[in-house]
């Protein structure tokens, strides 16, 4: 399935990045991401954002275990968690869940709120549907619970989905 378009062409592609509690999985994917794009030459064509869908972790730091595996891997690490808005949404044009949960979360915000900020459906995936070979529901698990392995196993697969979205993002964002 190909990117969708971006919605505003004389501006930057922007993308959002959501998980449960936005301390994790999405900050890691969000700051991997933007890694990427930045060696692609793309960082004045796209922006990243990641939120959470919870507001449990609202204005905290990202947990120390996610900002100790991405520091030791050469990441940038500065967050505060925000919670997804559905206000949102009239600025996006990706939108990209970890899981199935928050995807089914996001669904029904973008049934209710979508219209009003001109967000289709169509524009929300999956982050790790992105990685080669994992397939179109394949989730990110949440490392919170875990050890600290869970969060590297966390950054690889983001690593690899991250690849492959800018990979797609060179395709469409180069031909500009």
Same mark, same amino acid.
């Given at each position: 399935?190909?990117?969708?378009?971006? %919605?505003?062409?004389?501006?930057?592609?922007? =993308?959002?990045?959501?998980?449960?509690?936005?301390?994790?999985?999405?900050?890691?994917?969000?700051?991997?991401? *933007?890694?990427? $794009?930045?060696?692609?030459?793309?960082?004045?064509? =796209?922006?990243?954002?990641?939120?959470?869908? !919870?507001?449990?972790? =609202?204005?905290?730091?990202? &947990?120390?275990?996610?900002?100790? *595996?991405?520091?030791?891997?050469?990441?940038?690490? &500065?967050? *505060?968690?925000? +919670?997804?808005?559905?206000?949102?949404?009239? !600025?996006? &044009?990706?939108?990209?869940?970890?899981?199935?949960?928050? $995807?089914?979360?996001?669904? %029904?915000?973008?049934? %209710?709120?979508?219209?009003?900020?001109?967000?289709?459906?169509?524009?929300?995936?999956?982050?790790?549907?992105?990685?080669?070979?994992?397939?179109?529901?394949?989730?990110?698990? &949440?490392?919170?619970?875990?050890?600290?392995?869970?969060?590297?196993?966390? $950054?690889?697969? =983001?690593?690899?989905?991250?690849?492959?979205?800018?990979?797609?993002?060179?395709?469409?964002?180069? +031909?500009?």
């Amino acid at each position: 399935m190909s990117l969708p378009e971006p %919605r505003d062409p004389a501006g930057p592609y922007r =993308v959002g990045v959501v998980c449960l509690g936005n301390i994790c999985r999405s900050p890691m994917a969000a700051k991997v991401l *933007t890694a990427d $794009l930045e060696r692609a030459g793309l960082e004045d064509l =796209v922006e990243v954002d990641s939120s959470g869908t !919870g507001d449990w972790h =609202v204005g905290g730091a990202m &947990d120390p275990r996610a900002a100790s *595996t991405l520091r030791v891997h050469g990441y940038l690490v &500065d967050h *505060t968690a925000r +919670q997804f808005d559905p206000s949102d949404l009239a !600025g996006l &044009d990706l939108l990209l869940a970890m899981d199935l949960d928050n $995807l089914d979360d996001l669904r %029904r915000v973008i049934d %209710r709120h979508g219209p009003e900020h001109g967000f289709a459906p169509s524009r929300l995936r999956l982050f790790r549907s992105f990685a080669p070979g994992a397939g179109p529901n394949a989730e990110v698990p &949440d490392p919170y619970y875990g050890g600290d392995d869970g969060f590297t196993a966390v $950054l690889n697969m =983001v690593e690899a989905a991250a690849k492959g979205l800018t990979g797609e993002l060179t395709a469409l964002l180069k +031909q500009r």
